[in-house]
């Protein structure tokens, strides 16, 4: 499977600060994920990377929170925008092929603090 | 939308078997995977089972779906103080490679 490495591991940052999250794969892969995890909570998607063009945000996400980029096959950012006390989760990217028994993927997360 | 349910904790003695159950409403569901979170960590792909298969058998662990019931379970055979951690189930939604909805996720303690 592929090899997912994400950066920072974790961050402690201030109230209406901006940080963007790196992920980096070893291969190239079709689809990029960018779920978060909020403490003691389970995971939701925030959205889905696309190479070339905009992400596809969930419901109650926005672009303007979330901007994310994908420039290629290997690589996205997550930045988190504006940041506030709300914000402190885990962030995960994701990968996927498509096709016959393709899981999905984790990196080992971003963990981030707002004080 | 989908929804996808779970018990919160599981107790077990070392050596013991331990059973996670997990129940989803999505019958479109194409795989059904079970991850786990060890404290600090991202997220371990542990299993995955086709939902046209009712088994799947991977050294200790052993996949039961009852599609009909939409009732998934993880069986961890001879459980070890290692296997302590949050274990999520998770469907897909009827494709493979998009969106997955997870439960809330079980913490197991294994005691000595």
């Known amino acids: 499977s592929a090899v997912i490495s994400q950066k920072p591991s974790r961050d402690i940052c201030q109230r209406g600060t901006s940080l963007t999250i790196q992920c980096q794969v070893d291969s190239q892969v079709t689809m990029m994920f960018w779920y978060r995890q909020q403490p003691g909570q389970s995971l939701t998607l925030i959205a889905t990377?696309?190479?070339?063009?905009?992400?596809?945000?969930e419901s109650g996400f926005v672009i303007d929170k979330f901007p994310i980029s994908r420039p290629n096959l290997t690589f996205s950012t997550l930045t988190v925008s504006n940041m506030s006390p709300e914000d402190s989760s885990i962030y995960l990217c994701?990968?996927?092929?498509?096709?016959?028994?393709?899981?999905?993927?984790f990196g080992d997360g971003t963990r981030l603090s707002i004080l | 939308g989908e929804d996808v349910e779970q018990s919160l904790f599981l107790s077990v003695r070392e050596g013991d078997s331990s059973v996670i159950n997990c129940t989803y409403t999505d019958s479109s569901s194409t795989y059904l995977y079970w991850y786990k979170q060890e404290p600090g960590a991202g997220l371990q792909l542990l299993t995955y089972?086709?939902?046209?298969?009712d088994m799947k058998q991977d050294q200790r662990l052993t996949v039961l779906l009852n599609k009909k019931d939409k009732h998934l379970s993880l069986r961890i055979a001879d459980t070890q103080t290692g296997d302590s951690a949050i274990y999520f189930c998770a469907e897909d939604g009827g494709t493979s490679y998009g969106k997955l909805t997870f439960g809330q996720g079980t913490i197991l303690t294994v005691h000595p």
């Open positions: 994701s990968v996927a092929e498509v096709g016959v028994n393709q899981p999905q993927h």
């Open positions: 089972i086709f939902s046209n298969m």
């Open positions: 990377a696309n190479q070339g063009s905009e992400a596809t945000y």
